[in-house]
């Protein structure tokens, strides 16, 4: 009974109505879920063993920070990545419907993330109107659902629209177009979810920690061992390791399955060059709408 | 007189006494310090002209993001850096001079960045404790002082704690210690602030787009341009370009002048490999205790 409830949780970043929970209810339609304040208490949710998953934002999110998650699964915890899910990112400016005919407004609230993916469309439609920042997208709707009298919007996603029974004043009103939010869904045990669509191409996340007598050009030499294979990387990225200023680690995205011959002969590679090679896994995209 | 004004004008990411703010007044003491809402914002009041020089996070930050700035420099502006800063972050527990004494703390805010920065000293020294986010670490500690009958803690820094007369009830709650924010400071024009040490490591910051028909292992051809020139990478990462999914820019840190000879090769090696190659300038490090 105990076992059957875990697998059916899944911690997420909240609060409700987030771009984490709508991308956790992608993945998991079926399933309870957990909000969570941080991204370190989502992560320790799923080591502990009180939730099954964890979804959390990787890159280009609103709610929490890229750097947060990579350095938390570096640094403090021992999980695997079992898929990602990529949600675009369509802010909408909401009103309570009591004001949805009204010409202007007296404020705009959103997290000051929103607030800035929209700075054109408020720069040059609502000039001087005060925008005020707020803890995140989903907090400024629910707000604006709780003050009919006061003549303020918020910016957030359609969830948050729904949830909190905000009209849609003004639909995709963020400057950039391709943007997605990237989202990594945490297990304890190295698996994959199955691929949604059937022919997804599999992509291997690595965090690589170079030799510490750190020589020049030592991210060359890495980068050496992925291309003479033909192993594409679809993202490098360098952090410091925390150490120290100017020591580094690296996190790659692989197009590659990390059971793959040349996969394992590139494992054994960078081990011969002094690397620490740590593998978060294989896992397939899920898109969310 | 308009001159002279514009020349002391300094934006930088608010609000007043945030970490921008302490790493503004390090490099421009004697300057009028101005508060924007939005990176976008601080960044446009010196593309303008109504400010001199615009202060922004890069890396590692509280309030803003990476993904922003380094977006909005390739995307939408033409700025320099003429110098960067490093602070450590330094996060205390404030409170209310009245409170100093009292046992026990109603709940503890401060922007969810910080809370999950000293996730690890809240967990353990105020479990049952309830954690709320608020928009910035300022805000939340200008909350504190303005509530002297409710028995509540921000998460911030020594300025905040300066500005609002609160007392540091424990102090450098942070869980790295080796954790630095990373800041720009943006100018109209190319140059560069003087060399604070008088004997600092020059620093280039570039873009680099890789050309459309993107091969295989072009970021391993990117490096190789700097690794047989010994030119040493700071720091390396991919950005999506935001015209589909899948097309990257690079930003690299290049610990080298970009007058350099072997840079000006460098430049001419990856315009014939068919890279387009932004230099945001040459600059020197400020560290902000």
């Not at 720069?123 to 006061?150: D, G």
């Not at 990237?182 to 690595?206: A, M, Y």
């Amino acid at each position: 009974m105990a076992e059957t409830s875990l697998k059916n949780r899944i911690s997420f970043l909240g609060p409700e109505a987030s771009f984490t929970h709508l991308a956790a209810s992608r993945v998991f339609p079926g399933s309870t879920l957990v909000p969570f304040t941080s991204i370190p208490e989502c992560i320790e949710a799923v080591a502990e063993g009180s939730v099954e998953y964890a979804v959390v934002p990787l890159e280009n999110a609103l709610e929490g920070s890229v750097p947060l998650t990579v350095d938390y699964l570096f640094h403090e915890a021992q999980l695997y990545v079992v898929a990602e899910v990529l949600s675009p990112i369509s802010q909408h400016l909401l009103v309570h419907p009591d004001n949805a005919g009204a010409e202007s407004l007296e404020a705009i609230y959103s997290h000051p993330h929103a607030l800035a993916q929209c700075h054109k469309f408020l720069y040059y439609t609502y000039k001087n109107t005060p925008l005020e920042q707020y803890s995140s997208t989903a907090a400024a709707a629910k707000m604006v659902s709780e003050l009919p009298e006061r003549n303020i919007a918020a910016i957030g996603n359609e969830f948050s629209a729904e949830k909190y029974g905000l009209t849609i004043l003004q639909r995709d009103i963020h400057d950039f177009h391709f943007n997605h939010t990237r989202f990594f869904v945490l297990s304890k045990t190295n698996h994959r979810l199955e691929d949604p669509s059937h022919e997804g191409q599999v992509k291997t996340t690595l965090m690589i920690s170079p030799p510490k007598d750190d020589r020049s050009g030592v991210l060359h030499q890495v980068l050496s061992v992925f291309a003479w294979r033909q192993l594409n990387l679809s993202k490098i990225e360098s952090r410091p390791l925390k150490t120290g200023l100017g020591n580094y680690f690296f996190i790659a995205d692989v197009l590659e399955d990390e059971q793959a011959p040349m996969m394992r002969g590139a494992f054994e590679e960078l081990a011969a060059l002094g690397c620490e090679v740590k593998s978060l896994g294989s896992y397939f995209t899920y898109k969310s709408e």
